[in-house]
């Protein structure tokens, strides 16, 4: 199977359509009346999915899901659908972040499409986690000593200057320099640099100084 589509729109007969021309396409698919429901049985990021939000629903609104989304830091892409054109939400829904915006009845051309694309965006989505987690877990393994060092080496110092930093010697800071770079399996600087900064570290790095 291709992936997993969340249907949600309180419209029962369009659920069934659409439904139906997923299956049809390869996908599995999980339906949801209304977008508390959704909310109530999150879905996890265990296969490639995305979900299908109808913009306008009795209670919470899709762009409001959307937001809660946001806030609880999902990565599904959101392909949002529409019985009417209101060209503010869509402006609203694709700056917040959503795949694409189809309005009702879309060709199954086009909805297939949009939702393949959904599918490879959340790969690389889940692809850039996973391995943002890795490297956090490479941190954690660092004393709060070479944890220092770290921070200082990526942000340019030489082994003199962070000795003089943290009052220590060379020698010293050499040798945690090289657990540093175990530790984070980095084999060379620019590597190192390129995690610390996938990390944030850069950012974060130049406004506090230590």
Known sequence: MPGLVHVVDDDASFRTAIERRLRHAGYDVETFSSAQQ?????????????????????????????????????????????????????????????????????????????????????????SHRSELNSFLALVATLTPRERQVFDLIVRGKINKQIANELGTTERTVKAHRHEVMEKMQAESLPELVSRAARLGMLDSNANNGK
Not at 49 to 69: T, Y
Not at 74 to 100: C, M, N, R, W, Y
Not at 105 to 125: C, D, G
């Open 38 to 126: 959704l909310l109530d049985r999150l879905p996890g990021v265990e296969r490639p999915a995305c979900i299908l939000l109808d913009l306008q629903m009795p209670g919470l609104s899709g762009l409001e899901l959307q937001s809660r989304l946001t806030d609880l830091g999902s990565i599904l892409p959101i392909v949002f659908v529409t019985g009417h054109s209101d060209v503010p939400a869509t402006v609203q829904a694709i700056k917040a972040g959503a795949e694409d915006l189809l309005t009702k009845p879309a060709s199954s051309e086009h909805l297939i499409a949009v939702i393949e694309r959904a599918m490879t965006r959340y790969e690389t989505a889940h």
